[in-house]
C-alpha cells in the first residue's frame, strides 16, 4: 500500500477524474438536490485527501468514494429529517417533505431511463435554465471539468462561466427543481442540450485545452456511452446517431493522436493503421442511420469525419468534398469556429488565399479571442501564400494562448520549421491547424 502523499495525491487525481461524475449522479439521486450532491461529492474529495496520503491509497479506491459519498448522503438526509421533525413539535409548517426510510432511498427504483448520469444531464438541461447554463453546470457537474476548462470549451472569461454555474444551482433550488427524469415528451424539448452537453465533454476528451496529455480517452468513452445510450432511449432522433456517429469516428483516431511517449502526432503523420477499424465501422453505420431519417448539424461534422476515415491515406482526403460540407455545416450552424475549420478545408482543397481571406474576416470576432487556433490557421495561410515572418509570429502567438503543453510545443516546432524550410528554400505544411482534425 502506498504511503508517499505525493502518490497518493496522483492517484486520487486520476481516480476523480473518472468517478466524480458518476458520484455526483447518484448522490443527486439519493438527495434530490443536484447543488447538495456536489457539496458532498466535493466533502468526500476532501476526506479522501486528508485520509490516503495519510493511510495509504484504498485496495479499491473508487468503492471507497462511492462508499464515503453514501454515508455523506445519509448524514445530510438524517439532518434534514430532524430539521423538519422540530419544526412540526414548534407547530411550524415543514418546509421540507418527509424523505423515504434508509433502506428506499438507498434501493429506489430507477425510472424510466435508469441511468443515474442521464438523469442529472436531464435536471441539468431544465428549460427553467438559459441554454448556457444548462450546458456550463452540466459540463461541471458530469463532464467533471474545471472551471476554466469549461470556459475554454466556450470561448469565456473564466468569471462568466463561474457565475453561469453558480446561478444555475441557485435557480435550480429556488424553482424546486427534483432530481427526477421529465416525462417523454419533456425529454424530446431537452434533447438538443444534452446534445450539446455529451459533445462538448467528447471533445474535451479528443483535444484538451489544458495540461500537459494532448487527449482524455477517459471523456470520450464516457461520451460515446452517453451517446449510445441515448440513442437506445431515441431510436428515430437523426441527430442522437449523427452525434454517435461524430464522436466515434473521431475517437478511432485516438490510438494514433500520441506516440509511445504520449506526445501528439499530426493528422497527415498518423499511421492510419492505428486507427480503431471497429470504432469506423460503428461510426459510419450510425451516419447512415442518420441521414436516413433527416439527419442536421451533428450528422454533417459526421460526414466531415467520414471523409477522414474512409481515405486509405492523407493524400487520398476529398478536401474538396469537405470544404462543401463545411458551407452547409456554416448554414446550418453559424459559427465562427465553423468558419475557422472552413478555411482549412478550402485550403486543403486547393485555394490558400480564400481560406486565408475567411480568416481575415474572423479576426474582429470576439468570440475567437484568446483562441490559439485562429493564429495557428492564419499562420498556416500566411506561410502557404509565402509571407513567413507573419506566420511565425502567428505561431509564437498561438504557443502563447495555449495551455496544453503538447499542442504549445507543436506550435513552436511549427514556428522554427518555418525558418528552417525558408532557408532550404521548401515550404511543409504538415497538418492544418483545426482543434477537430
Not at 409548517?93 to 436531464?122: C, K, N, P, T, W
Not at 456511452?225 to 456517429?245: F, K, S
Amino acid at each position: 500500500m502506498y504511503t508517499d502523499p505525493a502518490a497518493a495525491r496522483r492517484v486520487l487525481e486520476a481516480v476523480w477524474r473518472i468517478e466524480s461524475a458518476r458520484l455526483v449522479a447518484s448522490l443527486a439521486r439519493l438527495v434530490g438536490d443536484v447543488g447538495l450532491a456536489e457539496e458532498l461529492a466535493q466533502d468526500t474529495l476532501v476526506i479522501a485527501l486528508e485520509q490516503w496520503p495519510r493511510d495509504g491509497i484504498p485496495a479499491d479506491p473508487g468503492p471507497w468514494l462511492r462508499a464515503t459519498a453514501k454515508h455523506r448522503a445519509i448524514d445530510a438526509v438524517r439532518r434534514r429529517q430532524r430539521y423538519a421533525e422540530k419544526l412540526a413539535v414548534l407547530g411550524t409548517d415543514a418546509v421540507l417533505q418527509q424523505r423515504d426510510s434508509e433502506d428506499e432511498l438507498l434501493d429506489r427504483l430507477d425510472d424510466h431511463i435508469g441511468d443515474d448520469l442521464l438523469r442529472l444531464i436531464f435536471t441539468a438541461a431544465h428549460p427553467v435554465l438559459s441554454s448556457e447554463a444548462r450546458v456550463a453546470l452540466t459540463l461541471r457537474l458530469l463532464g467533471g471539468l474545471s472551471t476554466t476548462e469549461i470556459a475554454r470549451a466556450f470561448l469565456i472569461p473564466e468569471a462568466t462561466a463561474a457565475q453561469r454555474i453558480v446561478r444555475a444551482k441557485r435557480t435550480l433550488a429556488a424553482a424546486g427543481v427534483r432530481f427526477t427524469m421529465p416525462t417523454p415528451a419533456e425529454t424530446m424539448d431537452r434533447v438538443n442540450t444534452v446534445l450539446s452537453v455529451v459533445y462538448l465533454i467528447f471533445n474535451e476528451g479528443y483535444a484538451a485545452t489544458s495540461g500537459a496529455d494532448w487527449t482524455q480517452p477517459a471523456l470520450c468513452r464516457e461520451a460515446m456511452r452517453l451517446g449510445r445510450v441515448l440513442a437506445g432511449l431515441l431510436p428515430d432522433e437523426p441527430e442522437v446517431h449523427g452525434l454517435v456517429a461524430l464522436m466515434e469516428l473521431q475517437a478511432s483516431r485516438l490510438p494514433a493522436r500520441t506516440d509511445q511517449e504520449g506526445r501528439p502526432v499530426l493528422l497527415e503523420d498518423q499511421d492510419r493503421r492505428r486507427w480503431d477499424r471497429l470504432l469506423i465501422r460503428r461510426g459510419l453505420a450510425a451516419l447512415e442511420r442518420a441521414e436516413s431519417l433527416g439527419g442536421g448539424p451533428y450528422t454533417v461534422q459526421a460526414a466531415i469525419a467520414a471523409c477522414h476515415a474512409r481515405s486509405h491515406t492523407a493524400a487520398d482526403t476529398d478536401w474538396k468534398r469537405i470544404a462543401a460540407l463545411y458551407e452547409v455545416l456554416a448554414y446550418l450552424q453559424p459559427s465562427p469556429v465553423v468558419r475557422l475549420n472552413q478555411a482549412v478545408a478550402v485550403s486543403k482543397a486547393g485555394d490558400p488565399m480564400r481560406g486565408l481571406m475567411i480568416v481575415e474576416a474572423l479576426g474582429a470576432e470576439r468570440a475567437l479571442r484568446g483562441y490559439p487556433h485562429l493564429p495557428a490557421v492564419r499562420g498556416e495561410l500566411l506561410a502557404q501564400v509565402g509571407r513567413i515572418a507573419e506566420a511565425q509570429v502567428e505561431f509564437q502567438r498561438a504557443a502563447e494562448l495555449t495551455r496544453n503543453e503538447g499542442e504549445r510545443t507543436l506550435f513552436r516546432a511549427r514556428r522554427e520549421s518555418l525558418a528552417s524550410d525558408q532557408g532550404h528554400g521548401t515550404l511543409k505544411s504538415p497538418w492544418p491547424w483545426s482543434k477537430n482534425q
